[in-house]
T-cell receptor, first 114, second 113 residues
Framework: AQSVAQPEDQVNVAEGNPLTVKCTYS??????LFWYVQYPNRGLQFLLK??????LVKGSYGFEAEFNKSQTSFHLKKPSALVSDSALYFC????????????FGSGTRLLVRP | SQTIHQWPATLVQPVGSPLSLECTVE??????LYWYRQAAGRGLQLLFY??????ISSEVPQNLSASRPQDRQFILSSKKLLLSDSGFYLC????????????FGQGTRLTVV
């Protein structure tokens, strides 16, 4: 079965520094991978997705993600963190017989300190 | 453009009372629809998904049920709530094809007392 894992419960970074939120995947066939962000008491917002092609995917709010097939990783990155980036981040992968179900990692809380 | 509406935003219900949460999608047809539950502000558990009217797949055995009476309407129900049903419930939709991203509603915070 397809799955993703987020090894870090929390990531702390200073404003202005680069940030990385890690995600590893286990899929059969071509991977489709997604990142979402959740602010407190809100629904999830789609950030970006990897389908095929360039290993560096650009998304919303200045975020990007790097797909690495050899390391089975899809890490979320941003060159310069903002305090407003503090939120809960999820990576996700479609699964199921027809790949209609989106399964999420356990989430990583990002705290950006001023 | 497509929008998803989920209500109510918050709900406090006594143990043993019924539940009905509603979700509707606008601006698309034949979407895939999903109900997720998020406990303690962390992981998301897929509860139900639907690929068409009247077609409901349940992911985990539980005290809840789902129905899809119309193409763009998805309802989460319970006949008798348990304390363990408390949580943050999220409705989502995706285009009716494989391997696509889903788009979420704003969620319902349910507290069972």
């Amino acid at each position: 079965a397809q799955s993703v894992a987020q090894p870090e419960d929390q990531v702390n970074v200073a404003e202005g520094n680069p940030l990385t939120v890690k995600c590893t995947y286990s899929v059969s066939g071509n991977p489709y991978l997604f990142w979402y962000v959740q602010y407190p008491n809100r629904g999830l917002q789609f950030l970006l997705k990897y389908i095929t092609g360039d290993n560096l995917v650009k998304g919303s709010y200045g975020f990007e993600a790097e797909f690495n097939k050899s390391q089975t990783s899809f890490h979320l990155k941003k060159p310069s963190a903002l305090v407003s980036d503090s939120a809960l981040y999820f990576c996700a992968v479609p699964t199921g017989d027809s790949s209609y179900k989106l399964i999420f990692g356990s989430g990583t809380r990002l705290l950006v300190r001023p | 453009s497509q929008t998803i509406h989920q209500w109510p935003a918050t709900l406090v219900q006594p143990v043993g009372s019924p539940l009905s949460l509603e979700c509707t999608v606008e601006g698309t047809s034949n979407p895939n629809l999903y109900w997720y539950r998020q406990a303690a502000g962390r992981g998301l558990q897929l509860l139900f998904y639907s690929v068409g009217i009247g077609q409901i797949s349940s992911e985990v055995p539980q005290n809840l049920s789902a129905s899809r009476p119309q193409d763009r309407q998805f309802i989460l129900s319970s006949k008798k709530l348990l304390l363990s049903d408390s949580g943050f419930y999220l409705c989502a939709w995706s285009p009716g094809r494989m391997n696509t991203e889903a788009f979420f509603g704003q969620g319902t915070r349910l507290t069972v007392v």
